[in-house]
């Protein structure tokens, strides 16, 4: 997923809820790249925060892992855009927030990348089980 389709993508998670863009949208970029940086340090065993990865900045950039993670990047955004909300908002975020850590915990525990492949990817240090490649 491109930047811009992560952003389309937590729009649609919280319901493109119009009463609330003009709170979150300035921070977004900020809340995807705080989710990416979170997943690269267990993704990437050498992850230094903020200094092994390019931030997302362009709407074309692409998170530097498999495509099958990068909605967890959606999730974690999207729940610290529910966070500040009222308690009603906290509580649709929720789920979204446990989805995060869910992985964020599968991937800590049995996997992640180690070293890069001559065609510019990560290499697998460990096989995932129950995980898509």
């Not at 649609?12 to 709170?23: C, K, L, R």
């Not at 200094?51 to 709407?59: C, F, I, K």
Request: hydrophobic share 30%; with cysteine.
């Amino acid at each position: 997923m491109t930047l811009a389709e992560i952003k389309n993508q937590i729009m649609f998670q919280t319901n493109n809820d119009e009463e609330d863009i003009e709170d979150f949208l300035p921070h977004v970029v900020d809340y995807i790249n705080d989710g990416y940086d979170r997943l690269m340090a267990v993704w990437d065993k050498n992850h230094v925060p903020g200094e092994t990865y390019d931030r997302l900045t362009y709407d074309s950039d692409e998170p530097e892992m498999p495509e099958w993670i990068h909605r967890y990047i959606c999730d974690w955004a999207t729940w610290l855009v529910y966070r500040n909300g009222n308690p009603q908002k906290q509580q649709r975020g929720r789920a979204y927030y446990e989805s995060f850590m869910e992985l964020l915990n599968r991937l800590a525990g049995s996997g992640g990348a180690d070293g890069v492949n001559s065609d510019g990817s990560m290499k697998q240090y460990k096989y995932f089980i129950n995980i898509p490649r």
